[in-house]
């Protein structure tokens, strides 16, 4: 090849080379760009597809939150409907002690009263929202009630006591105390003796022996309750009841059956009245205050003499009729003699047994606080004869005597079902042991 030649040829092929590398470097370029565009492509697709998973995602989640809360509600609607059905069963068959009056007393200041009512509540297992005025109320009246029977002996007890450990000589001390406040002396010894078999056991001290003391009183009073199988006495529901108030003239039976009939028709319980005291004038009158006062309908016989028992038949033919749940029966209190007083109660409890053989028949005795060991001789000729399934005890509200309530529980064998402290109409209750030992020893 000649030099001409071949320069022209290498420019050429230079040239070509020139050429075919800038092609290479477009196709090159254009590769890249395609790869490029195809990556933001994909990327595009991804974070698309992203999207759409996340938008998914929330949807789902507002899907099962949105069944989380219908599922919520549906239950606090169920709950609803259980408390309200529980509470409306409640209403049917009230206790008692959560009775809804129809006015609540006025709160008093918020004092030492106050405070020793609620703890006395809130150790029952009672909460916050629980407590009514009415309980704080009764509860303060309880302790009022019972503080000349504590200042006869808590007062004194705890002086002796003080903060040091019992001693036998204490232990003397409490069982005059014991007596003296009309615990009577047979369960005075059953205390004082687990008293001194602690105390030989190990040293007590005075706030441990006050504590001690209580659950032997407390044990003393629930024996009868719990021998009789009712922790707290209410109508049976579906029969009959009948409640005999029965008791020495003067103790509080006709108010007692009055605050009776007021506790049973405030609590829903379908209530009658009959006054089989035909013996007093003025009996049937006074029954008819509290039938009033209760709205409660009395069944009398106004003719002079007319027989109690007759007076029962009539009652009890008018309870059937109105299909009550309780006949609250009023009796003599004062006869001609006692004998008397025992045929003519167990005449009543004849007629009641031919008449509605499956009637729950309570026969009560009312027991005034204040005549102390009288009542508990009253008691235990009444129990001989007049086959008694229960006492209240009367007029706690100022007396010493209180204590005599142990006796009876201990005595008698015989199970408090009520508590009476007032003349008021929402003065009664159910007899509770853990309340009254409270009250007994509210210094403490
Ligand atoms: N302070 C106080 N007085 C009461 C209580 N219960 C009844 N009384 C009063 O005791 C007196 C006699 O009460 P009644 O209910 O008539 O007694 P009773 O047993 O029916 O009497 P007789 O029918 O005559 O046998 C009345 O003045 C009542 O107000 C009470 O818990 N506290
Ligand atoms: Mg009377």
């Not at 003393?220 to 409640?243: A, C, F, H, M, T």
């Not at 509080?252 to 009939?261: D, Q, S, V």
């Not at 027989?307 to 029966?329: C, E, T, Y």
């Amino acid at each position: 090849m000649a030099n001409n030649e071949s320069d022209t040829s290498r420019e050429w092929a230079a040239q070509a080379y020139a050429l075919l590398k800038q092609k290479q470097e477009l196709k090159k370029e254009e590769e890249q760009l395609k790869e490029k565009e195809l990556k933001e492509e994909q990327l595009k697709e991804q974070e698309l597809k992203k999207e759409e998973e996340q938008l998914k995602e929330k949807e789902l989640k507002e899907e099962q939150l949105k069944e989380q809360e219908l599922k919520k509600e549906e239950e606090q609607l169920k709950e609803k409907e259980l408390k309200e059905e529980q509470l409306k069963e409640q209403v049917q068959t009230q206790d008692f002690s959560n009775v809804q009056y129809d006015t609540e007393p006025k709160l008093g200041e918020f004092d030492d009263e106050f405070t020793w009512s609620a703890m006395v509540l809130a150790a029952q297992g009672k909460q916050v929202n629980e407590i009514s005025t009415d309980e704080i109320d009764w509860l303060s009246k309880l302790r009022r009630g019972l503080e000349e029977t504590r200042k006869g002996f808590v007062t004194e007890l705890l002086d002796k006591l003080g903060d040091d450990p019992l001693t036998p000589e204490s232990l003397d001390d409490l069982e005059t105390l014991l007596i003296r406040a009309d615990v009577g002396i047979d369960s005075t010894e059953k205390v004082i003796d687990s008293l001194r078999k602690k105390l030989n056991e190990e040293v007590v001290g005075g706030e441990e022996g006050i504590k001690f003391l209580k659950d032997e009183l407390r044990g003393i009073i629930e024996k009868p309750i719990q021998n009789s199988g009712k922790k707290i006495l209410v109508p049976q529901k579906g029969k009959l009841n009948v409640w005999l108030i029965v008791g020495v003239n003067g103790v509080g039976k006709t108010t007692t059956l009055g605050k009776l009939a007021y506790l049973s028709s405030k609590s829903n319980y379908k209530t009658l009245i009959a006054a089989a005291d035909t013996f007093r004038a003025a009996a049937v009158e006074q029954l008819k205050v509290w039938g009033d006062r209760s709205k409660v309908d009395v069944i009398s016989n106004q003719s002079k003499n007319a027989d109690p028992a007759a007076v029962v038949f009539d009652a009890i033919n008018a309870a059937k009729k109105r299909n009550s749940d309780l006949l609250l029966v009023d009796t003599a209190g004062r006869l001609q003699n006692k004998n008397n007083l025992m045929d003519e109660l167990s005449k009543i409890k004849k007629i009641i047994d031919k008449k509605v053989p499956d009637a729950i028949i309570e026969s009560l005795l009312v027991l005034d606080a204040s005549q102390g060991q009288n009542g508990l001789k009253q008691a235990k000729s009444f129990a001989k004869s007049a086959n008694l399934s229960g006492a209240i005890i009367t007029k706690l509200d100022g007396t010493s005597r209180g204590g005599v309530s142990l006796a009876i529980s201990a005595e008698v064998n015989l199970p408090i079902r009520f508590i009476g402290a007032g003349e008021g109409i929402k003065d009664l209750r159910p007899f509770n042991s853990f309340e009254f030992v409270e009250a007994l020893l509210a210094d403490r």
